[in-house]
């Protein structure tokens, strides 16, 4: 069985650049996340989608973050513009279901300089 | 808020010894609590799924408990390898939305 598949796996980019980052969940999988984690810190919910819908995007920064997964498969996030702070790995995962074991896949470490 | 926090964040022991790591979270109305593991520059792997009804789970060499009463949960690594050098991470699954909120992580060097 595939894995969940991201790319680009680096990026570097100057502030106020955009970037998008791309999910391929593992087949089958209804739910999809967006995790944010920064050097030395736990992985932070950006979003959360169950099939096309968004059930959770309270912590994603909507003013310069976007996020979609159209047809309920593949999803795309996106920075626009790039702030210094957004210097994480941007981690995405899938279940079956919203409360099944998660996979997450390598990740994209961003670079903003 | 739920809180989850991981101590030690760093530890450092020979091959072959027994060792444990904490996790422990403020709120005890968890749907359940995972424990993970992160390899430098790769995504983070499910090791051990406790539900709340649950006490301990076990797979190979770990064994996970879960004591929601007292909001901890240790993993335990038998005869550990170099092989288990990673960041392990605790994570408790709440709400409606099954949302996991992490604890930071412990750093395990094991020395051959």
């Known amino acids: 069985e595939a894995g969940v598949a991201q790319s680009p796996r680096y990026k570097i980019i100057e502030k106020r650049q955009s970037v998008a980052f791309w999910c391929n969940p593992i087949?089958?999988?209804?739910?999809l996340y967006w995790y944010q984690q920064i050097l030395g810190q736990g992985p932070k919910l950006l979003i959360q989608f169950q099939n096309n819908g968004v059930v959770d995007d309270s912590q994603l920064p909507k003013d310069r973050f976007s996020a979609e997964r159209l047809k309920g498969v593949d999803s795309t996030l996106k920075i626009q513009p790039a702030k210094l702070e957004d210097s994480a790995v941007y981690l995405c995962?899938?279940?079956?279901?919203?409360?099944?074991?998660?996979?997450f896949g390598p990740g994209t470490r961003l670079t903003v300089l | 808020k739920q809180e989850v926090t991981q101590i030690p964040a760093a530890l450092s022991v020979p091959e072959g010894e027994n060792l444990v790591l904490n996790c422990s979270f403020t709120d005890s109305a968890i749907y359940n609590l995972q424990w993970f593991r992160q390899d430098p520059g790769k995504g983070l792997t499910s090791l051990l799924l406790?539900?709340?009804s649950q006490r301990e789970q076990t797979s190979g060499r770990l064994n996970a408990s879960l004591d929601k009463s007292s909001g901890r949960s240790t993993l335990y690594i038998a005869a550990s390898q170099p092989g288990d050098s990673a960041t392990y991470l605790c994570?408790?699954?709440?709400?409606?939305?099954?949302?996991?909120?992490w604890g930071a992580g412990t750093k395990l060097i094991i020395k051959p």
């Open positions: 406790i539900q709340s």
């Open positions: 087949s089958g999988h209804a739910t």
């Open positions: 995962a899938s279940s079956q279901n919203l409360a099944d074991t998660q996979y």
């Open positions: 994570a408790v699954s709440l709400g409606s939305n099954y949302q996991l909120i």
